[in-house]
Protein backbone atom coordinates (compact mmCIF):
# COMPACT_ATOMS: atom_id res chain seq x y z
CA UNK A 1 0.00 0.00 0.00
CA UNK A 2 1.23 3.47 -0.50
CA UNK A 3 2.43 5.97 2.01
CA UNK A 4 -0.17 8.14 1.31
CA UNK A 5 -3.28 5.89 0.84
CA UNK A 6 -6.34 6.22 2.84
CA UNK A 7 -6.75 3.29 5.35
CA UNK A 8 -3.21 2.93 6.32
CA UNK A 9 -3.91 3.29 10.28
CA UNK A 10 -2.93 7.12 10.26
CA UNK A 11 0.38 6.31 9.59
CA UNK A 12 1.63 7.92 6.71
CA UNK A 13 5.26 7.45 5.59
CA UNK A 14 7.09 10.75 4.61
CA UNK A 15 9.80 9.67 1.38
CA UNK A 16 11.56 12.54 2.40
CA UNK A 17 12.48 11.20 5.62
CA UNK A 18 10.32 14.07 7.59
CA UNK A 19 7.03 11.81 8.09
CA UNK A 20 4.45 13.26 10.40
CA UNK A 21 2.15 11.20 11.68
CA UNK A 22 -1.38 12.41 11.66
CA UNK A 23 -3.25 14.29 9.47
CA UNK A 24 -0.57 17.14 9.38
CA UNK A 25 1.26 18.47 6.45
CA UNK A 26 2.31 15.96 4.17
CA UNK A 27 4.04 18.05 1.71
CA UNK A 28 8.22 18.29 1.26
CA UNK A 29 10.08 20.26 3.96
CA UNK A 30 9.75 23.93 4.35
CA UNK A 31 12.65 26.59 2.53
CA UNK A 32 12.73 28.54 5.37
CA UNK A 33 13.44 25.62 7.58
CA UNK A 34 16.06 24.33 5.41
CA UNK A 35 17.56 28.05 5.25
CA UNK A 36 17.36 28.14 9.14
CA UNK A 37 19.44 25.17 9.73
CA UNK A 38 21.77 26.17 7.37
CA UNK A 39 22.39 29.62 9.30
CA UNK A 40 22.38 27.27 12.73
CA UNK A 41 25.21 25.53 11.39
CA UNK A 42 27.32 28.30 9.87
CA UNK A 43 27.11 30.14 13.38
CA UNK A 44 28.10 26.99 15.22
CA UNK A 45 30.94 26.80 12.77
CA UNK A 46 32.12 30.52 13.46
CA UNK A 47 31.89 30.90 16.62
CA UNK A 48 27.71 31.99 16.74
CA UNK A 49 24.88 30.64 18.81
CA UNK A 50 23.77 27.21 18.41
CA UNK A 51 20.19 27.56 19.52
CA UNK A 52 17.49 28.43 17.76
CA UNK A 53 15.30 30.23 20.31
CA UNK A 54 13.28 33.37 19.69
CA UNK A 55 16.25 35.42 19.90
CA UNK A 56 19.82 35.34 21.05
CA UNK A 57 21.92 36.50 23.85
CA UNK A 58 22.92 39.26 22.16
CA UNK A 59 19.45 40.36 21.31
CA UNK A 60 19.93 40.06 17.68
CA UNK A 61 16.63 38.16 16.10
CA UNK A 62 17.40 34.54 14.99
CA UNK A 63 16.55 35.82 11.52
CA UNK A 64 19.47 38.13 11.31
CA UNK A 65 22.93 37.39 9.69
CA UNK A 66 25.96 36.67 12.19
CA UNK A 67 29.17 38.11 12.25
CA UNK A 68 30.78 34.15 12.09
CA UNK A 69 28.37 34.30 8.56
CA UNK A 70 29.81 37.96 6.95
CA UNK A 71 33.57 37.15 7.99
CA UNK A 72 33.29 34.04 5.82
CA UNK A 73 31.57 35.43 2.79
CA UNK A 74 34.39 37.79 2.80
CA UNK A 75 36.89 35.71 3.20
CA UNK A 76 35.24 33.76 -0.26
CA UNK A 77 35.18 36.69 -1.66
CA UNK A 78 38.48 37.79 -1.25
CA UNK A 79 39.81 34.21 -2.22
CA UNK A 80 37.56 34.62 -5.88
CA UNK A 81 38.84 38.15 -6.24
CA UNK A 82 42.76 37.24 -5.18
CA UNK A 83 42.47 34.23 -8.43
CA UNK A 84 40.71 36.87 -10.79
CA UNK A 85 43.96 38.66 -10.95
CA UNK A 86 46.11 36.14 -12.37
CA UNK A 87 46.68 36.32 -16.39
CA UNK A 88 49.00 35.03 -18.73
CA UNK A 89 50.90 37.34 -21.17
CA UNK A 90 51.74 35.46 -24.47
CA UNK A 91 55.54 35.84 -26.32
CA UNK A 92 53.91 37.70 -28.42
CA UNK A 93 52.22 40.49 -26.65
CA UNK A 94 53.37 43.28 -24.06
CA UNK A 95 51.24 44.41 -21.65
CA UNK A 96 50.02 47.69 -20.23
CA UNK A 97 49.13 48.24 -16.66
CA UNK A 98 46.11 51.42 -15.96
CA UNK A 99 45.84 51.46 -11.66
CA UNK A 100 43.22 53.92 -11.27
CA UNK A 101 43.47 54.73 -15.03
CA UNK A 102 46.99 55.77 -14.37
CA UNK A 103 49.77 54.17 -16.78
CA UNK A 104 52.58 52.41 -14.52
CA UNK A 105 56.07 52.55 -16.20
CA UNK A 106 56.80 49.22 -16.13
CA UNK A 107 55.91 47.28 -19.28
CA UNK A 108 54.41 43.73 -18.74
CA UNK A 109 56.76 41.17 -20.36
CA UNK A 110 55.13 37.56 -21.56
CA UNK A 111 54.87 35.08 -18.60
CA UNK A 112 52.45 34.90 -15.95
CA UNK A 113 51.63 38.06 -13.66
CA UNK A 114 48.95 39.08 -11.08
CA UNK A 115 47.15 42.62 -10.47
CA UNK A 116 44.82 43.39 -8.33
CA UNK A 117 41.58 42.94 -10.25
CA UNK A 118 39.30 46.38 -10.25
CA UNK A 119 42.55 48.46 -9.37
CA UNK A 120 44.34 47.78 -12.61
CA UNK A 121 43.21 47.30 -15.79
CA UNK A 122 45.25 45.37 -17.94
CA UNK A 123 45.74 46.15 -21.89
CA UNK A 124 47.76 43.16 -24.29
CA UNK A 125 48.93 44.59 -27.65
CA UNK A 126 50.64 41.82 -29.99
CA UNK A 127 53.99 44.08 -30.71
CA UNK A 128 54.66 40.76 -33.16
CA UNK A 129 51.98 40.52 -35.83
CA UNK A 130 52.27 42.08 -39.20
CA UNK A 131 49.11 43.42 -39.45
CA UNK A 132 47.94 44.75 -43.19
CA UNK A 133 44.81 47.34 -44.24
CA UNK A 134 43.83 47.90 -47.64
CA UNK A 135 42.67 51.01 -48.65
CA UNK A 136 40.82 51.24 -52.03
CA UNK A 137 40.62 54.79 -52.96
CA UNK A 138 38.41 56.56 -55.81
CA UNK A 139 38.73 58.96 -57.87
CA UNK A 140 41.68 60.86 -56.79
CA UNK A 141 43.03 63.86 -59.01
CA UNK A 142 46.90 63.90 -60.26
CA UNK A 143 48.95 67.01 -60.36
CA UNK A 144 47.92 67.05 -64.26
CA UNK A 145 44.00 66.75 -63.85
CA UNK A 146 43.24 64.07 -64.38
CA UNK A 147 41.23 61.08 -62.65
CA UNK A 148 42.65 58.24 -61.15
CA UNK A 149 41.46 54.60 -59.13
CA UNK A 150 44.57 53.43 -56.57
CA UNK A 151 44.42 50.58 -54.17
CA UNK A 152 46.65 50.78 -51.28
CA UNK A 153 47.78 47.96 -48.77
CA UNK A 154 49.19 49.13 -45.89
CA UNK A 155 51.99 47.08 -43.30
CA UNK A 156 52.15 47.87 -39.82
CA UNK A 157 53.15 46.95 -36.75
CA UNK A 158 52.39 48.12 -33.25
CA UNK A 159 55.89 49.54 -31.59
CA UNK A 160 54.92 51.21 -28.66
CA UNK A 161 52.19 49.46 -26.83
CA UNK A 162 52.03 52.56 -24.46
CA UNK A 163 51.42 55.23 -26.72
CA UNK A 164 49.19 52.98 -28.93
CA UNK A 165 46.59 52.18 -25.34
CA UNK A 166 47.03 55.92 -24.17
CA UNK A 167 48.00 58.36 -26.42
CA UNK A 168 45.29 57.84 -29.13
CA UNK A 169 41.17 56.90 -28.03
CA UNK A 170 41.19 54.94 -31.15
CA UNK A 171 44.83 54.56 -33.30
CA UNK A 172 43.35 52.35 -35.77
CA UNK A 173 40.81 55.19 -36.91
CA UNK A 174 43.90 57.45 -37.05
CA UNK A 175 45.99 55.16 -39.49
CA UNK A 176 42.95 54.61 -41.74
CA UNK A 177 42.81 58.72 -41.93
CA UNK A 178 46.64 59.33 -42.27
CA UNK A 179 47.15 57.13 -44.66
CA UNK A 180 43.85 58.77 -47.03
CA UNK A 181 45.11 61.62 -46.61
CA UNK A 182 49.12 60.49 -47.63
CA UNK A 183 47.59 58.64 -50.04
CA UNK A 184 45.94 61.88 -51.75
CA UNK A 185 49.16 64.33 -51.29
CA UNK A 186 51.11 61.59 -52.95
CA UNK A 187 48.77 61.22 -56.14
CA UNK A 188 47.75 65.10 -56.45
CA UNK A 189 51.74 65.86 -56.27
CA UNK A 190 52.40 63.08 -59.37
CA UNK A 191 51.37 63.05 -62.88
CA UNK A 192 49.28 60.19 -64.11
CA UNK A 193 51.20 58.38 -66.11
CA UNK A 194 53.70 58.09 -63.68
CA UNK A 195 51.42 56.40 -61.33
CA UNK A 196 50.35 54.15 -64.18
CA UNK A 197 54.01 53.12 -65.25
CA UNK A 198 57.05 53.43 -63.69
CA UNK A 199 56.44 55.94 -61.15
CA UNK A 200 54.59 53.15 -58.54
CA UNK A 201 57.31 52.44 -56.66
CA UNK A 202 58.37 55.85 -55.92
CA UNK A 203 54.91 56.86 -55.23
CA UNK A 204 54.90 54.08 -52.46
CA UNK A 205 58.06 54.82 -50.86
CA UNK A 206 56.85 58.39 -50.51
CA UNK A 207 53.42 57.19 -49.04
CA UNK A 208 55.09 55.06 -46.45
CA UNK A 209 57.49 58.14 -45.40
CA UNK A 210 54.57 60.66 -44.90
CA UNK A 211 52.45 58.15 -43.01
CA UNK A 212 55.17 57.10 -40.74
CA UNK A 213 55.62 60.83 -40.58
CA UNK A 214 51.71 61.35 -39.45
CA UNK A 215 51.90 58.17 -37.13
CA UNK A 216 54.99 60.04 -35.01
CA UNK A 217 53.11 63.35 -35.04
CA UNK A 218 50.14 61.71 -33.59
CA UNK A 219 52.02 59.23 -31.25
CA UNK A 220 50.13 55.88 -32.18
CA UNK A 221 53.51 53.68 -31.73
CA UNK A 222 52.47 52.64 -35.06
CA UNK A 223 55.58 51.64 -37.25
CA UNK A 224 54.89 51.29 -40.56
CA UNK A 225 56.12 48.16 -42.22
CA UNK A 226 55.89 48.99 -45.78
CA UNK A 227 53.28 50.79 -48.41
CA UNK A 228 52.23 48.55 -51.43
CA UNK A 229 50.62 50.49 -54.82
CA UNK A 230 48.33 47.27 -55.59
CA UNK A 231 46.42 48.50 -58.62
CA UNK A 232 46.29 52.02 -60.36
CA UNK A 233 43.67 52.12 -63.20
CA UNK A 234 42.30 55.38 -64.90
CA UNK A 235 38.47 55.43 -64.70
CA UNK A 236 36.28 53.28 -66.24
CA UNK A 237 34.92 55.52 -68.86
CA UNK A 238 38.28 56.64 -70.43
CA UNK A 239 40.11 53.12 -69.82
CA UNK A 240 40.08 51.80 -73.54
CA UNK A 241 41.56 54.97 -74.69
CA UNK A 242 44.56 54.93 -71.93
CA UNK A 243 45.00 50.72 -73.14
CA UNK A 244 45.98 51.99 -76.38
CA UNK A 245 48.14 54.31 -75.00
CA UNK A 246 50.20 52.43 -72.81
CA UNK A 247 50.19 49.62 -75.67
CA UNK A 248 51.39 52.54 -78.11
CA UNK A 249 53.95 53.20 -75.40
CA UNK A 250 55.22 49.69 -74.92
CA UNK A 251 55.77 49.78 -79.05
CA UNK A 252 57.86 52.35 -78.55
CA UNK A 253 59.87 50.97 -75.52
CA UNK A 254 59.90 47.36 -77.40
CA UNK A 255 61.77 49.47 -80.65
CA UNK A 256 63.84 51.58 -78.35
CA UNK A 257 64.98 47.89 -77.05
CA UNK A 258 65.80 46.41 -80.26
CA UNK A 259 67.35 49.37 -81.57
CA UNK A 260 69.74 49.49 -78.78
CA UNK A 261 70.61 45.48 -79.29
CA UNK A 262 71.40 46.39 -82.74
CA UNK A 263 73.65 49.09 -81.69
CA UNK A 264 75.44 46.72 -79.16
CA UNK A 265 75.69 44.16 -81.96
CA UNK A 266 77.17 46.29 -84.69
CA UNK A 267 79.06 48.79 -82.64
CA UNK A 268 81.74 46.22 -81.59
CA UNK A 269 81.81 44.62 -84.79
CA UNK A 270 82.75 48.09 -86.33
CA UNK A 271 85.37 48.87 -83.48
CA UNK A 272 86.78 45.08 -84.81
CA UNK A 273 87.08 45.78 -88.32
CA UNK A 274 88.11 49.29 -87.96
CA UNK A 275 90.95 48.04 -85.44
CA UNK A 276 91.85 44.83 -87.87
CA UNK A 277 92.20 47.50 -90.96
CA UNK A 278 94.48 49.43 -88.62
CA UNK A 279 96.48 46.66 -88.28
CA UNK A 280 96.48 45.67 -91.83
CA UNK A 281 97.69 49.31 -92.66
CA UNK A 282 100.44 49.06 -89.82
CA UNK A 283 101.41 45.74 -91.72
CA UNK A 284 101.78 47.30 -94.71
CA UNK A 285 103.55 50.04 -93.96
CA UNK A 286 105.82 47.88 -92.12
CA UNK A 287 106.28 45.88 -95.12
CA UNK A 288 106.87 48.54 -97.95
CA UNK A 289 109.29 50.05 -95.81
CA UNK A 290 111.42 47.03 -95.02
CA UNK A 291 111.13 46.20 -98.95
CA UNK A 292 112.08 50.07 -99.79
CA UNK A 293 115.09 49.44 -97.38
CA UNK A 294 115.89 46.13 -98.95
CA UNK A 295 115.29 47.74 -102.54
CA UNK A 296 118.03 50.58 -101.52
CA UNK A 297 120.55 48.49 -99.68
CA UNK A 298 120.31 46.29 -102.73
CA UNK A 299 120.50 48.99 -105.23
CA UNK A 300 124.06 50.19 -103.19
CA UNK A 301 125.49 46.57 -103.26
CA UNK A 302 125.15 46.88 -106.80
CA UNK A 303 126.31 50.16 -107.54
CA UNK A 304 129.44 49.01 -106.20
CA UNK A 305 129.82 46.22 -108.35
CA UNK A 306 129.03 48.42 -111.13
CA UNK A 307 131.73 50.62 -110.48
CA UNK A 308 134.37 47.44 -110.50
CA UNK A 309 132.54 45.93 -113.86
CA UNK A 310 130.32 48.03 -115.57
CA UNK A 311 129.83 46.05 -118.69
CA UNK A 312 129.73 42.90 -116.98
CA UNK A 313 127.32 44.42 -114.83
CA UNK A 314 125.29 45.74 -116.94
CA UNK A 315 125.24 42.48 -119.34
CA UNK A 316 124.39 40.70 -115.98
CA UNK A 317 121.47 43.36 -115.80
CA UNK A 318 120.22 43.05 -118.63
CA UNK A 319 119.88 39.16 -119.14
CA UNK A 320 118.24 39.26 -115.51
CA UNK A 321 115.42 41.93 -117.21
CA UNK A 322 115.00 39.73 -119.83
CA UNK A 323 114.96 36.97 -117.45
CA UNK A 324 111.88 38.78 -115.38
CA UNK A 325 110.02 39.72 -118.59
CA UNK A 326 110.35 36.46 -120.22
CA UNK A 327 109.35 34.30 -117.46
CA UNK A 328 106.16 36.02 -117.47
CA UNK A 329 105.51 35.73 -121.20
CA UNK A 330 103.76 32.65 -122.90
CA UNK A 331 104.32 33.74 -126.56
CA UNK A 332 107.16 35.02 -127.97
CA UNK A 333 107.55 37.28 -131.17
CA UNK A 334 111.02 36.62 -133.13
CA UNK A 335 112.07 39.61 -135.49
CA UNK A 336 114.01 37.01 -138.21
CA UNK A 337 116.76 38.35 -140.87
CA UNK A 338 116.17 39.48 -144.19
CA UNK A 339 112.24 39.98 -144.77
CA UNK A 340 109.87 41.73 -142.58
CA UNK A 341 108.49 38.28 -141.25
CA UNK A 342 108.45 37.47 -137.66
CA UNK A 343 108.63 34.32 -136.11
CA UNK A 344 106.46 33.38 -133.18
CA UNK A 345 107.26 30.85 -130.56
CA UNK A 346 103.94 29.33 -128.85
CA UNK A 347 105.52 28.65 -125.40
CA UNK A 348 102.78 27.74 -123.88
CA UNK A 349 101.54 25.81 -126.41
CA UNK A 350 104.97 23.88 -126.14
CA UNK A 351 104.28 23.46 -122.20
CA UNK A 352 100.95 21.86 -123.08
CA UNK A 353 102.13 19.21 -125.29
CA UNK A 354 104.99 18.24 -122.48
CA UNK A 355 103.00 18.35 -119.60
CA UNK A 356 100.07 15.91 -121.40
CA UNK A 357 102.68 13.20 -121.71
CA UNK A 358 103.49 11.76 -118.24
CA UNK A 359 107.04 12.12 -116.70
CA UNK A 360 108.26 13.47 -120.23
CA UNK A 361 108.06 17.04 -119.06
CA UNK A 362 109.95 16.37 -116.05
CA UNK A 363 113.20 15.14 -117.07
CA UNK A 364 113.26 16.63 -120.75
CA UNK A 365 112.43 19.98 -121.17
CA UNK A 366 115.55 21.21 -119.69
CA UNK A 367 117.15 19.87 -123.02
CA UNK A 368 114.13 20.31 -125.39
CA UNK A 369 114.42 23.70 -124.41
CA UNK A 370 117.49 24.32 -125.23
CA UNK A 371 117.49 22.70 -128.74
CA UNK A 372 114.87 24.98 -129.14
CA UNK A 373 117.07 27.86 -128.66
CA UNK A 374 119.44 26.40 -130.71
CA UNK A 375 117.49 26.12 -133.52
CA UNK A 376 116.39 29.77 -133.25
CA UNK A 377 119.85 31.18 -133.02
CA UNK A 378 120.29 31.62 -136.62
CA UNK A 379 117.75 33.57 -136.90
CA UNK A 380 118.33 35.90 -134.23
CA UNK A 381 119.85 39.55 -135.67
CA UNK A 382 123.54 40.57 -134.69
CA UNK A 383 126.71 38.72 -134.39
CA UNK A 384 125.60 37.51 -130.79
CA UNK A 385 122.99 35.10 -131.89
CA UNK A 386 125.20 32.45 -130.61
CA UNK A 387 125.59 33.99 -127.43
CA UNK A 388 122.13 35.11 -127.55
CA UNK A 389 120.76 31.67 -127.59
CA UNK A 390 122.63 30.37 -125.22
CA UNK A 391 121.44 32.63 -122.89
CA UNK A 392 118.04 32.30 -123.89
CA UNK A 393 118.16 28.86 -124.08
CA UNK A 394 119.43 29.56 -120.33
CA UNK A 395 116.27 31.44 -119.79
CA UNK A 396 113.73 28.85 -120.85
CA UNK A 397 115.64 26.28 -118.93
CA UNK A 398 115.08 28.41 -116.17
CA UNK A 399 111.44 29.23 -117.04
CA UNK A 400 110.72 25.23 -117.66
CA UNK A 401 112.36 24.35 -114.29
CA UNK A 402 109.74 26.62 -112.66
CA UNK A 403 106.73 25.55 -114.77
Known amino acids: MAWNEPGNNGKDNDPWGGGRRGGGDQGPPDIDEVIKNLTKKFNSLFG ?49 VLRFGRVLDTVVQPGLHWNPPIVDEVNLVNV ?33 PVNYVIAVSDPERSLDNAAESAIRHEVGSNFMDQILTTGREQMAASVEERLQEYMGIYNTGIRVARVNVVDAQPPDAVR ?20 QQYANQRIPEARGEAQRQIEQANAYKQEVIAKAEGEASRFNQLFIEYEKAPEVTRQRLYIDAMQDVMTASSKIMIDVEGGSNMLYV ?46 RSRLNSGRGGRQ
Not at 141 to 159: F, G, P
Open 240 to 259: PAFDDVIRAREDEQRAQNQA
Open 128 to 160: SELNAKTYDNRAMLTTDENIIDITVTVQYRIED
Open 48 to 96: GAGGGGAGTSSGQPSGGMSPGLLAGMVAVAAIIWGFLGFYMVDEAERGV
Open 346 to 391: PLDKILEQNASAPGRLASGSTQELRDLANQLAPYLQGPSSSSTAVD
